[in-house]
């Protein structure tokens, strides 16, 4: 077998230089790393085995000095170090604290950094702590959404193991954006020739092997440039790993390092490979091979182990000389989840072999169809138990809603995912609730699911749960479900209150919806509580500012005052004297002659001068006089009246 090793492959000067700082300060002082000193967990292992442990934060430091990590960490880890008096030996790489100096500049600047790369990577992480406007994208994709506002300065940079293929079509992009865009190139320049040395040699070999940890960014990138000019490309932790049965004895082999695995690692594998060469025992490399070869088969369920995992597949080791590819929709079909939620690289799981296509080097399977299969059974026996299993709504549709309950589609109706009516069911996409498993057919396989009675229990729980707790006068803090005539609902955690028209304002309200309107967040006071028919009274009015606070004061008896008229009725009128208090002028009150129609003498919305005559506070009551008030007008006007104008005003 020939071998051909890249000269660029494994530690960058970078790295190189975290480890070797690292390896030196060990023997003399007590220390620990802030975050995994690099993406390599045989050296991880073998550091803490010289005493180097792993942190995650401060807090947990003791005497140690403190290694800040090749990837960088945010600001804030540097101002907490100092404020702490911990010593700490800073081993960030240099290309990295490059785009740290960048990140302050736009920040002075008052420019939007973007940065290429992966949102949860240590690097990306800590070059947001150096940011106050930080945007990271993945893929050009999400670059097009995040560049589009022609008042924003932008900073366009990349981690610096991102892919260089990627970042140079996000720089053709915005190049061509009538837009402020600065462009700087932060990749590092050794990976981006150890990507292109990768990539020659992938062209040139039958395998190419890839040593890294699968937490290496720059690993990945460099699997996915061989994947595309090698098909049989495989990513392994160390040569260990690698399984013989994908191995030609006359196969040319490639082999290239991230950046984060140490030359020890790569010459361990060059030795390996030089060994198989040597007959082991009485057998030679290819009857190994020929005893280790595995035959797949359309139709085969096969053990493999996962190798990576992305948003729309996984890699499947089979011990095929082929990788198995499972497509995502084979995987879930619930649309919402994120597949690295449900599989991890070294899982090993049963597939069903759909189609092998050793032509195209293609081997579709299918995890979909096995767990189908024992999914099935499991709703099946919840149905006969009638046991309650938990899923989530993914769809709408006619009649209802999609939910998948252990991994399989099952029609809610409409009918089924509330106890009272609901309007607008898009309000439970996403969701997650305990279901009902109500009918299932074998032979057609439906499965119809609904929550209607779990809900009406939930609910009873929430109410006594709520009844138990709440008193009358506590201020609560809700959401408005539902409008009506009389007034408003309140969701207040799955409990439902009403504000009634009345209780909305201190003032007139001709419509609830001229307070209220439905999804609104409102503080209310409850005002009223009945147990037993589960009856909840809630005020959106404040008691503070209860316009009856201190009436007699504002309107004393015998004060004249202005007001508006706001509703007649056959026995008098009722004025406005500010929103909240009304008072009644009796259909006697109205003028000094005989009224016999209120319409005759006053119109709604006219203002008019009353006395103040009686005041109820218990009731909540004002008399008024407009006939009075008139009086003192007149008297006003005649001097001969000034003793009985100086009595009206005291």
Not at 381 to 401: C, H, S, T
Not at 453 to 467: H, P, V, Y
Not at 607 to 616: A, F, G, L, N
Request: proline letters at 3%; aromatic letters at 6%; hydrophobic letters at 40%.
């Amino acid at each position: 077998m020939d071998v051909t090793v890249a000269k660029t492959a494994g530690v960058c000067f970078g790295v190189a230089g975290a480890i070797n700082t690292v390896y030196e300060a060990c023997g003399t002082r007590k220390l620990c790393t802030y975050g995994p000193l690099i993406h390599n967990k045989f050296v991880t292992d073998d550091l803490e085995t010289k005493g180097v442990r792993v942190v995650e934060n401060l807090d947990s430091v003791t005497d140690e000095t403190v290694v800040i990590r090749s990837h960088g960490v945010p600001k804030s880890v540097y101002a907490e170090l100092e404020k702490r008096g911990i010593p700490y030996i800073d081993c960030t790489c240099p290309n990295v604290k490059r785009i740290h100096r960048l990140a302050e500049k736009c920040r002075v600047a008052g420019r939007r950094l973007i940065i290429s790369g992966e949102r949860r990577h240590p690097e990306v992480l800590g070059i947001q702590g150096h940011s106050d406007d930080c945007v990271v994208v993945k893929n050009l994709e999400e670059l097009r959404e995040v560049v589009s506002d022609a008042g924003v300065k932008y900073t366009l940079a990349a981690q610096t193991t991102y892919s260089r293929r990627d970042f140079s079509a996000m720089k053709t992009y915005v190049s061509a954006l009538d837009l402020d865009i600065i462009i700087e190139n932060t990749l590092c320049g050794a990976l981006r020739e150890s990507q292109a040395e990768a990539a020659r040699l992938a062209e040139t070999v039958d395998v190419m092997l890839i040593l890294g940890d699968p937490e290496s960014a720059n690993t990945e990138n460099l699997y996915r440039i061989c994947k595309q000019h090698c098909k049989r490309s495989y990513r392994l932790e160390s040569i260990h790993n690698l399984l013989l049965n994908i191995l030609c004895s006359d196969d040319k082999m490639g082999i290239t390092a991230g950046a984060s695995t140490p030359p020890a690692i790569t010459e361990e594998a060059v030795k390996f490979m030089s060994e198989l060469e040597i007959t082991s025992g009485n057998q030679s490399f290819e009857e190994m091979l020929d005893e280790s070869i595995v035959t797949l088969h359309t139709g085969d369920i096969v053990k493999g182990k996962v190798i990576q995992v992305l948003p729309s597949e996984v890699s499947v080791n089979l011990n095929y000389k082929y990788e198995g590819i499972i497509p995502r929709g084979e995987i879930t079909d619930d649309p919402l989840v994120d597949i690295s939620t449900l599989l991890k690289p070294g899982d090993e799981i049963d597939v069903f072999v759909i189609r092998v296509n050793d032509s195209d080097g293609n081997v579709s399977l299918s995890k979909k169809k096995l767990d189908a299969q024992k999914n099935f059974s499991e709703l099946e026996e919840a149905f006969e138990n009638k046991a309650v299993l938990p899923g989530r709504i993914v769809d709408q549709v006619k009649g209802g809603l999609i939910a998948v309950i252990r991994g399989m589609r099952v029609f809610v109706p409409s009918s089924q995912i509330s106890n009272r009516y609901i309007e607008d069911l898009s309000v439970f996409k996403g969701k997650e609730f305990n279901f009902n498993i109500l009918e299932l057919d074998k032979t057609k396989r439906r499965i119809v699911a609904g929550r209607k009675e779990l809900a009406a229990i939930e609910q009873n729980k929430r109410r006594d749960e709520f009844f138990a707790e709440v008193q009358i006068g506590q201020k609560l803090t809700g959401t408005v479900s539902r409008i009506a005539a009389f007034g408003a609902f309140v969701d207040l955690g799955g409990v439902d209150g009403l504000i009634h028209i009345s209780e909305l304002s201190w003032g007139r309200v001709r419509k609830v919806s001229d307070v209220l309107s439905e999804g609104d967040t409102v503080t209310v006071t409850v005002i009223d509580l009945n147990k037993d028919k589960g009856k909840i009274s809630l005020s959106l009015k404040d008691i503070d500012s209860n316009p009856w606070n201190n009436v007699s004061v504002k309107y004393p008896v015998g004060g004249i005052v202005e007001g508006k008229v706001v509703r007649i009725v056959t026995f008098g009128a009722f004025v406005e004297l500010e929103p909240g208090i009304d008072g009644l002028v009796h259909i006697s009150q109205i003028a000094a002659k005989h009224v016999v129609k209120v319409e005759d003498e006053l119109r709604v919305g006219e203002i008019i001068k009353v006395k103040v005559t009686e005041i109820d506070d218990e009731n909540k009551k004002i008399s008024l006089s407009k006939r009075e008030a008139d009086g003192v007008d007149s008297a006003e006007e005649s001097p001969v009246d000034d003793d009985l104008n100086e009595s009206a005003e005291n």
